[in-house]
């Protein structure tokens, strides 16, 4: 693996990543990130060929996306799975570090010692890494507007 990938994959990082994308998900509806979506953020923002073409506007239809973008989603079951063992650790390292914690409904919310906006300018990053925090919170907005969490997995082509 490279350095870079390494990077991606530290627990930290990740559970930076999961923050950002409950940020925005808090920014749209009342309610924090569902638990599964946690596992969907990381594969879908980082692999770059994933990453690209996401819509640009929360307005995109999640189905009208997931059909368009179905070459570049067909890997996303198999990236989902290899990395539940990294976000499982990053969830931990997540809520040790106060990133995020977990709401009575079992939801993730960030931590109050997490500011998305502070976090991406202490963090050393590459135009890479700051395209996966940006990516991210716009995951958690999109997400928040795309449907329930039954129907973004089954989309999404995910089954847990």
């Not at 189905?63 to 990395?83: G, I, Q, V, Y």
């Not at 390292?93 to 079992?106: P, Q, R, V």
């Not at 960030?110 to 135009?127: I, M, T, W, Y």
Request: proline residues 6%; charged residues 20%.
């Amino acid at each position: 693996m490279t350095p870079e990938t390494l990077r991606l994959l530290n627990p930290a990082f990740l559970a930076t990543v999961i923050g950002h994308a409950a940020a925005g998900y808090v920014e749209h509806k009342d309610q924090a990130l569902p638990f599964a979506m946690a596992f969907i953020i990381p594969p879908l923002v980082l692999h770059k060929d994933t990453r690209v073409v996401l819509p640009k506007m929360i307005t995109s239809k999640l189905p009208d996306w997931a059909h368009k973008n179905s070459a570049e989603l067909a890997f996303l079951p198999d990236h989902t799975r290899e990395l539940q063992a990294a976000v499982r650790s990053a969830i931990m390292i997540g809520t040790h570090f106060d990133i995020i914690k977990f709401d009575d409904t079992a939801r993730i919310r960030v931590g109050s010692q997490f500011n998305p906006r502070s976090a991406q300018k202490e963090l050393k990053h590459s135009d890479e890494v700051k395209d996966i925090m940006k990516k991210s919170q716009f995951m958690g907005r999109w997400l928040s507007v795309s449907g329930n969490q039954p129907t973004v997995l089954s989309i999404l082509g995910i089954g847990f």
